[in-house]
Structure formats: C-alpha cells, structure tokens
C-alpha cells in the first residue's frame, strides 16, 4: 500500500530563512503527489501540484523519483506562512481515486 | 469558487449516541470524502463516495457508515459514538477528471 512520510512534525525557522519541508513516499508506480496547506482558522487548501511545475507563494516542490520525495522548498520564509503542510499522493493508474496524506508538519515563522 | 459546506463547526455527544455529520457541496462534483484529522497523524480516510450511493471504505471505517442518497450530500454516521472518536471531522469534494480537493471548514466532535 502507498505511504506517505513526513518525518518532521514541527519546524521553526525565522523570517527570511529558507525553509524545506520534507515529504518522503514509498509506492512502486507513477504517483500524483500535491502539498496541501491549512492557515489558522481557515479550512485545507491545495498549495500545489507536481504536474504542474508551478510556484506558488514562492513555494516549490521537486518530484524526485529516485528518493521518492518531493520536498517543499522556500528561499525565504515569511511570517504568513506560518500554517500547517500536508504532503499528499495519488495513484495514477487503476481507479483509485482518493488521496493519502502524510502526518503534516507545522511550520513556525519566528519574526 | 466551489462551496463545501459542514452541518456544524463544533458537536458534542454522548459516549452511546448515534450522531449524524452532514455535508453539502455546489460544484456537481461526483466524488466526496470524509477525513478525521488528528495530531501526529493527519488526515485519515474514513469513508468516500464516487457516485450517489456508491460508496468505499477508507482506511478506517470502523466505527462508521456513510449515506449518498443525493449527489450534493455526503453524509457521515456514527452508529454508537465512542470517547475515541473525538475528532476534526473534514468533508471533501472533487470532481472527475480534475485533481484538487475542495474541504470543507471541520467539525470539531466532542464524545463524552
């Protein structure tokens, strides 16, 4: 079965600093994977998907096929994006058609 | 923009009661899902749904039913509320042949 991995729970890191949140996966396939993201007070929201090779809020995230990771990366931290990160992954083939999600980790933008 | 929306934000029940979560959504997506989300082990598949009254188990659906009598309505059910089933409870929707999920806000349930 396909898992999710995300190793930190918190991580703290102060304005302007880069920041990584890790997500590791282990399926066999080729997966789907997306960061979802929940602000406090505000409900899950997509963040962004590999497929699409987009940044958002000057986010990135690499599908790296051989770590089977894909990592959400920021050069430089800003206190709004203090929220909860979820990594998410979903089979391509067969008819599933549902999401895994990984543990979160809550990210801290200290001033 | 797409609209999920829950029956309640915050429920408290007694251990025994049988206990009803509703959720609503505008887009005529076809697929809908119910998650508990808890700390250190994010969001769990209870149950989701891919058509009106089809239905699958997620990863843990003891303890729960579903109902999709309308395509607009996913409803969770708790048969026999327990003390281990205090939870965020978050509905989803998504469309076929698109990859995002729209959440609703949560209900926070409180079994005593």
């Known amino acids: 079965a396909q898992r999710v991995t995300q190793p930190e729970k918190l991580l703290s890191v102060f304005k302007g600093a880069p920041v990584e949140l890790k997500c590791n996966y282990s399926?066999?396939?080729?997966?789907?994977l997306f960061w979802y993201v929940q602000y406090s007070r505000q409900r899950l929201q997509l963040l962004l998907r590999h497929i699409s090779r987009e940044s958002i809020k000057g986010f990135t995230a690499d599908l790296n096929k051989g770590e089977t990771s894909f990592h959400l990366k920021k050069p430089f931290a800003q206190e709004e994006d203090s929220a909860m990160y979820y990594c998410a992954l979903r089979l391509i083939s067969g008819s599933a058609r549902q999401l895994t999600f990984g543990s979160g980790t809550q990210l801290t933008v200290l001033p | 923009d797409v609209k999920v929306t829950q029956s309640s934000r915050y429920l408290v029940k007694r251990t025994g009661e049988k206990v009803f979560l509703e959720c609503v959504q505008d887009?005529?997506?076809?697929?809908m899902f119910w998650y508990r989300q808890d700390p250190g082990l994010g969001l769990r598949l209870i149950y989701f749904?891919?058509?009106?009254?089809?239905?699958e188990k997620g990863d843990i659906p003891e303890g729960y039913s579903v109902s999709r009598e309308k395509k607009e309505r996913f409803s969770l059910i708790l048969e026999s509320a327990s003390t281990n089933q205090t939870s965020m409870y978050l509905c989803?929707?998504?469309?076929?042949?698109?990859?995002?999920?729209?959440f609703g806000p949560g209900t926070r349930l409180t079994v005593l």
């Open positions: 399926y066999s396939g080729s997966p789907e």
């Open positions: 989803a929707s998504r469309g076929s042949g698109t990859d995002t999920q729209y």
């Open positions: 887009m005529d997506h076809e697929n």
């Open positions: 749904s891919y058509d009106v009254k089809m239905k």
